[in-house]
T-cell receptor
Framework: DQQVKQNSPSLSVQEGRISILNCDYT??????FLWYKKYPAEGPTFLIS?????DKNEDGRFTVFLNKSAKHLSLHIVPSQPGDSAVYFC???????????FGTGTKLQVIP | ETGVTQSPTHLIKTRGQQVTLRCSSQ?????VSWYQQALGQGPQFIFQ???????GRGNFPPRFSGLQFPNYSSELNVNALELDDSALYLC????????????FGPGTRLLVL
């Protein structure tokens, strides 16, 4: 039962363009959503989060959008840089509880 | 401020053996969570410890057990290893409050033959 789904296993984007990574969830109890970035041989690194009371959160080049009615969130990276090339995990938790449910990841490649 | 560290980095065991993986939390963090990441999958929650007590568990059998010590370092023990236990094991520490960000270590790669 995959409660957090990332349906695109990979994405290639030209440097300077926008990268859009998508994520869907099924558990309506989720109220906190996160994106993590993972480089090979390293643990996931927290990128940005959003609470269910918001529909947008921005941090520099990274913006996360949440559509609760569609149970969908997306991560926008503008402009994309080669150093952004990594695997991006969408994750969610419920009720402030720190059990975090992860998606399967999307491998982003930013082409110089 | 030191980050989350894990040891060993790699480990090879045979089916039926037991393994202990270790994690040192980031300074000031009292909560540690353990995750299993199989190849091509996202991390899956195993369990969490808060101030030395188990604070939640995912869908893993009892042969997966853990400990958290007074200095908030932690161990993951797996008994009767199975081939499917081959994975990257990640620990993450946090401050314990609601919505606190988890900081991950680099993981231990376990191969069961």
């Amino acid at each position: 039962d995959q409660q957090v789904k990332q349906n695109s296993p990979s994405l290639s984007v030209q440097e300077g363009r926008i990268s859009i990574l998508n994520c869907d969830y099924t558990n309506s109890m989720f109220d906190y959503f996160l994106w993590y970035k993972k480089y090979p041989a390293e643990g996931p690194t927290f990128l940005i989060s959003i609470s269910s009371i918001k529909d947008k959160n921005e941090d520099g080049r990274f913006t996360v959008f949440l559509n609760k009615s569609a149970k969908h969130l997306s991560l926008h990276i503008v402009p994309s840089q080669p150093g952004d090339s990594a695997v991006y995990f969408c994750a969610a938790s419920a009720g402030g509880y720190q059990k975090v449910t992860f998606g399967t990841g999307t491998k982003l490649q930013v082409i110089p | 401020e030191t980050g989350v560290t894990q040891s060993p980095t790699h480990l090879i065991k045979t089916r039926g053996q037991q393994v202990t993986l270790r994690c040192s939390s980031q300074s000031g963090h009292n909560t540690v969570s353990w995750y299993q990441q199989a190849l091509g999958q996202g991390p899956q929650f195993i369990f969490q410890y808060y101030r030395e007590e188990e604070n939640g568990r995912g869908n893993f059998p009892p042969r997966f057990s853990g400990l958290q010590f007074p200095n908030y370092s932690s161990e993951l023990n797996v008994n009767a290893l199975e081939l499917d236990d081959s994975a990257l094991y990640l620990c993450a520490s946090s401050g314990g409050g609601a919505g606190e960000t988890q900081y991950f270590g680099p993981g231990t790669r376990l191969l069961v033959l």
